[in-house]
Every structure is written in structure tokens, then in C-alpha cells.
């Protein structure tokens, strides 16, 4: 992102107008043109509890989102603010600031539930931001975090059982950060200290049993710690006296509570060096176009009536960015073919050396730019994902033959256009020389074919004729055959045994000629055609490479999956919450089992390439 449009202040991105959620052309406008990584902090929580001092202060300023200081959710929607991250270089920090939750002149939840959800879609780091403790009110405040199953998918298709569908949230949900305000409890239990990190995994234990009352209690918690393995918290005092709460943001630092304005610094220093790149499935870093990308699709679900799925919103990316990646490989082709060659070349092998030299890099361009990795991550079968690819890099590779097909022809062209000019120079005196019957005479025709024969040596000796020099110059000799037949004929002095054997040896030399004409065109087609396999194993190379990377993300991201799984499992027994142990243990099962034919496949179809 170039300097220059760093944002000075926030910008509303998706507009929340009589309980419709619209994308702002301008906001998505800034983001196409964010080419750097993003790193994507979202905060929500219930209206006035002051999320907006909380990101303006990561924005390095006082002012910024609006704060407001009345008893209604002041912000409306969800409100961007791009700015250069303090720690990371070359990366930009994408601060949201949502709409207040649960703001009674709404009506409804629906509103809300859209804008939590789109807060966990669009982030990497998910801030939650409560005031006082963490009670069962503050946990049925959360309620949001239980209905996330109804508002996101991860599958274009899920499967049947629901669960199964959103185990797979935890790979692409975001790090948890609870934020809360107005703390006045010592941190301690059983009698001893504890971090506030350890207070919130305190406050997230289960309750054993089976009744209504302990479901509704666990819920909230299970959700918690199954979507969000990474979790902090952070707490904060009182900043200031009541009174001046409402002239907060033009209040400064050393007119505010000490511990708090250290609990605010601990909090921002955590997000600048904890707070990860935004990243899809696959290990696809998220720039500004690809976030712009995934605002519109998700916004577009909703708006349809839809559910906004990752998968479908990865396949519109895909779908975008392969293209452009095609248009990139095409014009570096383009680019490194118009430097190399200089036509006419002296042989076909010359042109296709340096074709293939710049389609090997061209396809390294279109690799680069393009990816697929959503068939990995929503475990389609190694087989489609193959035959997807061939399919697709056969398009390009279709591309690739006609480039080089224009350029053959371009060749051709030279060189026949620099022959014939060649001929014109060299053999136009001894045209003119026969016109004159300068060898209609005894002798005539030895000497005219003497003359021929130091044409043709010169007409060999001229450079970068290119790969039409003999077809060209046989084609000018044929054209002239009736004139070298009315000089012999009219070449008194030699023999009829003579004539016999001058003719006999020109059409020797024709048939030579023709021949050796048949035998370069063989042995071009040959080189076409070694060409074309040299092409094919080097995009089935680039392609079983490719193929291998995205394999070891895929095992990478199951196993952290899996892992994440163990562990909640393991806090589970310990806890002796046997039901939702089990529950667990029956999708590490099935986890399991999916990697295990995953990685059947994968080999099946390698062996096959």
C-alpha cells in the first residue's frame, strides 16, 4: 500500500441501513489498492462499552471512531481504518470497529448476529469487549457464539451432520481476545493469584451434568474454547472519574488512571506482535484486493438470504485471481519472447530453444499468482482437483502453443520476405544478362550455369537468412527451370551427349534439392513435436510440485486441527465432562479418518501422474 493513502481517519465499509447490510464502493475502493499483506483486527461487543477508545488507540490515536456519549450504539455497521502496521514492515493493519450489540432500538438480534459474524470472518485477531467480570451474564451476552453454526458454513455442500461442518470453523476462525472494562475484582482463585489468562480459562470451565440448566450453562463455553483454541484476555480498571468519561478521548494520558493507561499499552503491544497476517486456508496471505474480494461475497450471501460460506467465497477469489494470473504469465511470455528473439533464426531449434526457455518461466509467473487451495482445505478428492488443474493449465497451456505457434509464423514470414529480397539482389543482373542473349551463343549455357553456381555460393554466403533460405532459393531455381532449358537448347556447340548429360545432371540436382527439402521438413516436424513433450513434462513437473506444497499445508492444517482437538478433549476429561468428551472424541475419530484417506488418495493419484 503505497504511502500516500494511508487513511487519516476511519471509513464505514459495510453500511447498516434500516437493517440492510450494504459494502461501500469507496471503502472497498481504498482496499483494491492495499497490495501489501493485511493484518485484520475486528472488536465487537454491547453498545457503550467503549470499543472505539480500544481502536483508536491501536491506531495510534485519540480520535478516530466515533465514541459517542449517549445510551444508543453510536457506531452503525462495521467501520474500517487502514493504517501502516507499527510492527510489521511492509503490512497493513485493517482495524473494524462494529456496531454496538444488543441496542434496544433495533428490535431484533438478527441485525447483530450478521455483524458478529462478519466480524469472525474478516479478522485474524476477533477482540470481544465486555464491561466488569466474566459472570453467566456476561457468557448469555455471548449468546452470539452459539448461533455461529446457523450463520456460517464452511462448505459450499455440508455434510449432514452439522457438527462435523463446524469442526471445521478452527481452521480459518480468528485468535480470541477478550477485552474487559471497568475491572474491580482481584485476580485470584482458591485463595491465589492468577493472570487474567488464566482467570478466563477459570471462567470457561464446564459444570457437570445433564439438566437444562447445565446445558445452557456449558454452551456458551464450549463454543469458546472449540472455535477458538488461541484465547488472551485483557482486563482494565476504571480510566477516570464518571464524570469525565464522556470527554475521554480528548483526555491525556497522564490525566487517566496510571494502571489503566499500562493496561491499554500491554493490550496494544500484544496485538501489534501477537496479531497474525490474515491468512486463508492453504497459507494465502489476504491483501487488500483478496479482503475486498471477501467482503463482497459474504455481503452478497446475506443479502441473497444465503449463508456466508468460506469455501465459496475462496472459489470467487480463485476465480479472479487465475485469470489475472493467466494475463500476467501471457504478458511476461510476451515480454521475454520480444527481447530474445530476433527473427529471422537461423534454424527452428534456435526458436524453440528460446520459447521454451520463457514458457518455463511464464508458467512459473502463472503459479505463482494462482491458486486452488480451497479444493484442498474443503477435502475434495485428490482426483478432481487433479483433472481441475489439467483442465486448466491445459487452457493455458492452449495459450502458451498459439504464442509460440505466432511466433513460428512471424519467423517463417522474416525469413521468406529477407530471401526473396536476397534473390532480387543477387540474381537480377543475371536475369538481365539472359534478357540481353548474352548466352544465346556456342558455350552459352556452361557459361550461364558457371554464373548460376557463384549466385547460389553467394546467395549461401549472405547470414540470417533464417529456416526458409534452401525452401526459397528452390523455389526461385524451379520458376527458372525454362530458361536454363531454352539457353541448353539454344547451345549449339555441345553434343547431344552432352545435353543428355547437363539435363540429366539438372534434374539430379532438382531431385537432390527436393529431397533434402522433404528430409528438413521431417526433421522440423520432429523438433514440433519433441518440443510439445519437453512443454508436457514440464507443466506436469510444475504442477506435481505444486501439488506436493499444497499437500503438506493441507496434512499441516489437519494436524494443528487435530492437535487443537486432542487438547480441548484432555481439558475435557479432566473436568469430567464425560458427554461432550465423548462427543469430541468421536470427531478426532472421524478427523482422523478423513486425513488417513486423504493421504491414501493423494498417493493413488501421485503414482498416477
Known amino acids: 500500500m503505497a504511502p500516500e493513502i494511508h487513511m487519516?481517519?476511519?471509513?464505514?465499509?459495510?453500511e447498516n441501513t434500516n437493517g440492510e447490510l450494504v459494502a461501500n464502493p469507496e471503502a472497498l475502493k481504498i482496499l483494491s489498492a492495499i497490495t501489501q499483506p493485511v493484518v485484520v483486527v475486528a472488536i465487537v461487543g454491547l453498545y457503550r462499552t467503549g470499543k472505539s477508545y480500544l481502536m483508536n488507540k491501536l491506531a495510534g490515536k485519540n480520535i478516530g471512531f466515533s465514541l459517542g456519549s449517549t445510551v444508543e450504539s453510536h457506531t452503525k455497521g462495521i467501520w474500517m481504518w487502514c493504517v501502516p502496521h507499527p510492527k510489521k514492515p511492509e503490512h497493513t493493519l485493517v482495524l473494524l470497529d462494529t456496531e454496538g450489540l444488543g441496542d434496544v432500538k433495533k428490535g431484533d438480534n438478527q441485525n447483530d448476529s450478521w455483524i458478529f459474524a462478519l466480524a469472525i470472518l474478516l479478522s485474524s485477531t476477533f477482540v470481544y469487549n465486555s464491561m466488569g467480570t466474566i459472570n453467566q451474564q456476561a457468557m448469555d451476552q455471548l449468546h452470539y457464539v452459539t448461533e455461529l453454526t446457523h450463520r456460517i458454513r464452511s462448505k459450499s455442500s455440508p455434510d449432514e451432520n452439522e457438527n462435523e461442518d463446524s469442526a471445521d470453523f478452527v481452521s480459518?476462525?480468528?485468535?480470541?481476545?477478550?477485552?474487559?472494562?471497568?475491572?474491580?475484582?482481584?485476580?485470584?482463585?482458591?485463595?491465589?493469584?492468577?493472570?487474567?489468562?488464566?482467570?478466563?480459562e477459570y471462567s470457561l470451565k464446564l459444570t457437570q451434568g445433564t439438566s437444562e440448566k447445565d446445558k445452557n450453562f456449558n454452551l456458551p463455553r464450549l463454543c469458546i474454547r472449540?472455535?477458538?483454541?488461541?484465547?488472551k484476555c485483557f482486563v482494565f480498571d476504571h480510566p477516570v472519574h464518571c464524570k469525565k468519561l464522556a470527554q475521554l478521548e480528548k483526555l491525556h494520558d497522564e490525566e487517566l488512571d496510571p494502571e489503566f493507561v499500562q493496561q491499554v499499552a500491554d493490550f496494544c503491544s500484544y496485538i501489534f506482535s501477537n496479531s497474525?497476517?490474515?491468512?486463508?486456508?492453504?497459507?494465502?496471505?489476504?491483501?487488500?484486493?483478496?479482503?475486498?474480494?471477501?467482503?463482497l461475497t459474504y455481503i452478497d450471501a446475506i443479502s441473497s438470504g444465503d449463508l456466508p460460506c468460506m469455501e465459496n467465497a475462496i472459489l470467487a477469489l480463485a476465480q479472479i485471481e487465475n485469470s489475472v494470473a493467466v494475463q500476467k504469465a501471457i504478458a511476461h511470455y510476451d515480454q521475454q519472447m520480444g527481447q530474445k528473439v530476433q527473427l529471422p533464426t537461423e534454424t527452428l531449434q534456435e526458436l524453440l530453444d528460446m520459447h521454451r526457455?520463457?514458457?518455463?518461466?511464464?508458467?512459473?509467473?502463472?503459479m505463482k499468482n494462482s491458486f486452488k487451495d480451497v479444493d484442498h482445505l474443503f477435502q475434495k478428492k485428490l482426483a478432481v482437483i487433479f483433472l481441475s488443474r489439467l483442465h486448466e493449465f491445459g487452457f493455458w497451456k492452449v495459450q502458451l502453443v498459439k504464442k509460440r505457434d505466432d511466433f513460428c509464423k512471424q519467423n517463417q514470414e522474416a525469413s521468406s520476405d529477407r530471401c526473396s529480397a536476397l534473390l532480387q539482389d543477387i540474381f537480377s543482373p543475371l536475369e538481365e544478362e539472359v534478357k540481353m542473349g548474352i548466352y544465346s551463343k556456342p558455350g552459352g549455357y556452361r557459361l550461364f550455369i558457371q554464373k548460376l553456381q557463384d549466385l547460389k555460393k553467394k546467395y549461401h554466403e549472405e547470414p540470417r537468412k533464417g529456416i526458409q533460405a534452401d525452401e526459397i532459393l528452390q523455389t526461385y531455381l524451379k520458376s527458372k527451370e525454362s530458361v536454363t532449358d531454352a539457353i541448353l537448347q539454344t547451345d549449339k556447340i555441345l553434343t547431344k551427349k552432352e545435353k543428355e548429360i547437363e539435363v540429366e545432371h539438372a534434374k539430379a540436382e532438382s531431385a537432390q534439392a527436393s529431397a533434402k527439402m522433404v528430409e528438413e521438413m521431417q526433421i522440423k516436424y520432429q523438433q514440433m513435436m519433441e518440443e510439445k513433450e519437453k512443454s508436457y513434462q514440464e507443466h506436469v513437473k510444475q504442477?506435481?510440485?505444486?501439488?506436493?506444497?499444497?499437500?503438506?499445508?493441507?496434512?499441516e492444517e489437519q494436524e494443528?486441527?487435530?492437535?487443537?482437538?486432542?487438547?480441548?478433549?484432555?481439558r475435557l476429561l479432566k473436568e469430567r465432562c464425560q458427554g461432550e468428551s465423548t462427543q469430541l472424541q468421536n470427531e478426532i475419530q472421524k478427523l482422523q479418518k478423513t486425513l488417513e484417506k486423504k493421504t491414501k488418495r493423494y498417493m493413488s493419484h501421485k503414482l498416477k501422474i
Do not use: H
Open 226 to 231: 472449540k472455535f477458538f483454541p488461541k484465547k
Open 560 to 570: 494443528r486441527t487435530l492437535t487443537s482437538k486432542l487438547q480441548e478433549q484432555a
Open 276 to 295: 497474525k497476517t490474515k491468512t486463508l486456508s492453504g497459507g494465502i496471505k489476504v491483501n487488500g484486493p483478496r479482503l475486498e474480494s471477501l467482503v
Open 543 to 555: 504442477l506435481t510440485e505444486k501439488i506436493e506444497r499444497e499437500r503438506a499445508q493441507l496434512l
Open 172 to 200: 480459518f476462525f480468528p485468535d480470541f481476545v477478550w477485552t474487559l472494562r471497568d475491572f474491580s475484582l482481584d485476580l485470584e482463585a482458591d485463595g491465589q493469584p492468577i493472570t487474567a489468562d488464566e482467570y478466563l
Open 357 to 366: 526457455v520463457s514458457e518455463r518461466e511464464a508458467t512459473e509467473v502463472f
Open 8 to 14: 487519516t481517519g476511519p471509513m464505514c465499509l459495510i
